[in-house]
């Protein structure tokens, strides 16, 4: 396998400089890419080339998957690292990023697929034998019959977005009154963060705990889990603090966990 030499980060904030940081520490070159709100960020300086893609909007700039790769041919970067949010999880860009010949450093298309989406990958938990909560998907609901969906779903209730993560495209519903503006803003939100605008509504769990378990793997075949995580302690439905293991977790439940994860995957 080739070694990658350039990795051009299409993101901003924080995760770039992350990215930068780790790959400078590798050798690795990297190219920065930065809207014109982002000109003079942190992000834009600590990368050793930076792009930039005219515009403000995520939409016009970020999520713009030709602008991005026109940056990678512009400055021979090889490799194309994502970050979270925007791109990350689009199977569309990942497979437009193969067929210009650069690496994307994450998931296959497939594996995107399968996941990006909530909606796809309670399907394919539920097929697995996985306990899921039912989701139902609202984006073209409207009226009446989105009405009747929440109601039989029960409250409160949360809308989500299909795509994405990092707590956007999500709000709580806790009566009908607020259900059809929670439902628009959310597709807003999704829309512009993600460029998916496919929100879905599931009942709203008060006081549960949000314990994660990470599993990676590698295109050799080689698939490992890293434990379970401790997320519960959110700002805004964002991770603040992750704490592992998990102090609320029995041994009991995480091998079932674990076996649960397992049989998703194979």
Avoid: W
């Avoid at 075949?221 to 592992?244: M, N, P, W, Y």
Wanted: net charge negative; charged share 20%.
């Amino acid at each position: 396998m080739q070694r990658i030499a350039k990795i051009l980060i299409a993101n901003r904030g924080e995760i770039a400089c992350r990215i930068a940081r780790t790959c400078r520490e590798l050798g690795i070159a990297t190219v920065a890419v930065y809207s014109d709100a982002d000109a003079d960020a942190p992000f834009v300086h600590v990368a050793d080339e930076a792009v930039r893609l005219p515009g403000f909007a995520p939409t016009e700039t970020y999520l713009r998957q030709d602008l991005i790769l026109d940056a990678a041919a512009l400055t021979g970067a090889d490799a194309v690292h994502p970050g979270y949010g925007f791109l990350a999880e689009n199977a569309e860009f990942a497979t437009a990023c193969a067929a210009a010949g650069v690496t994307f450093v994450g998931p296959t298309p497939d594996a995107i697929a399968a996941m990006g989406s909530k909606i796809e990958s309670k399907r394919i938990m539920k097929t697995a034998g996985v306990p899921i909560l039912e989701g139902v998907d609202v984006t073209a609901v409207d009226g009446t019959t989105l009405t009747a969906t929440a109601d039989g779903i029960g409250y409160p209730i949360l809308v989500k977005a299909s795509a994405g993560g990092g707590g956007k495209g999500m709000r709580i519903v806790p009566d009908p009154a607020g259900l059809d503006d929670a439902v628009a803003a959310a597709k807003r939100e999704a829309a512009g963060a993600f460029g998916d605008e496919t929100v879905f509504l599931e009942r709203y769990l008060v006081g549960a705990r949000h314990v994660e378990i990470q599993v990676v793997g590698d295109t050799h075949g080689t698939i490992v889990d890293l434990f379970e995580r401790e997320c519960s302690i959110q700002r805004r439905h964002q991770k603040i603090i992750e704490e592992a293991p998990s102090p609320v977790m029995t041994t009991e439940v995480t091998d079932s966990s674990r076996s649960n994860a397992s049989n998703a995957l194979l």
